[in-house]
């Protein structure tokens, strides 16, 4: 089958936003520099940046990056010839002024993320940054707290403020490929935009996810070299490409200076490899936001609780992105009740 034949999937880059999770939020301009000019050689045509959190989080809440997220927009934009540099935005943590900064460092693409529930919460950045000429996505973070009728709806209001493509997001790594098609599916009738999907990796179904939402109609697959990402990563960008052209599609990407550029720059980044252990996989199991895996952690060891415990107990809760406080206070809560806690042994995903 020739390439005008196969259906197009587009292939977009996380590893220098998502990815800084991993590690820390700490690489470098030049790292980001180095990682970028891999990816555009491979053929990726967007390519995300900036702290892990998105534009303005570095901060002592969410930790300190090691530059500017200016910088490090400039030092893609440098590093690249064809692919467009793309920033995360998330109302009540970014503003429209740190977005100008982006755009005046060469950000062409902005990614204006809110919890499913909250679509509104999207008009006013993605407005203005359809008025200031930029390609405008949007997420819908945490797609499986909704069914998939509601999250269409949600969906809907993104679609007539101006966002030109609308992303399902299994923030949590909840989902598995039927939850996932569904959604997409649902989202896909809803709009006139083009659809996403970004995966997280926490029930080890990434890739299956990715393939299921293009299947109903996403064009625009999110991944991240090596799966650099929040808890258990995303769906890994050079497995993705590998199989999405034995599934048919065509990416437009060429996969061996893909994977050169995961094995050879990234990887000896890395702090640690990037896997599913048992934090990661009941994360996604009790369909917990992926970001609260390192504080977690923290506050299990401080606390003297077992990280599952936390864990279901904030599934149970139904905590969002956000919501970070609820760790410490779960944690207190669950050491003062001791061996007499009470803890859910599911949570519906």
Known sequence: ??????PKVTLVDTSLR?????????FTPQQVAEISRGLDKAGITTIEVAHGIGLGASSIQYGFA????PEYVRAAVEATSQADIAVLYVPGIATLAELEAAIDAGAKTVRVAVHCTEADCAEQPVVWAREHGMRVMSFLMMSHKLEPGALAEQAAKLDSYGAQVIYVVDSAGAMVPKAAGARVAAVREAVSADLGFHAHNNLGVGIANALTAAEEGATFIDGSLRGLGASAGNAQTEVLAAAFERAGYDTGVDLFPLIDTAEHVVAPLMKEPQIVDETALVLGYAGVYSTFFHPTKRAAKKYGVKERDILMELGRRGVIGGQEDMIIDVAAELAGLGEHATLPEKVDA
Do not use: E, L, N, P
């Open 1 to 6: 089958m020739s390439d005008t034949q196969r």
């Open 18 to 26: 998502d990815g800084m999770s991993s590690v820390s939020h700490k």
């Open 66 to 69: 090691a530059a500017t997220d």
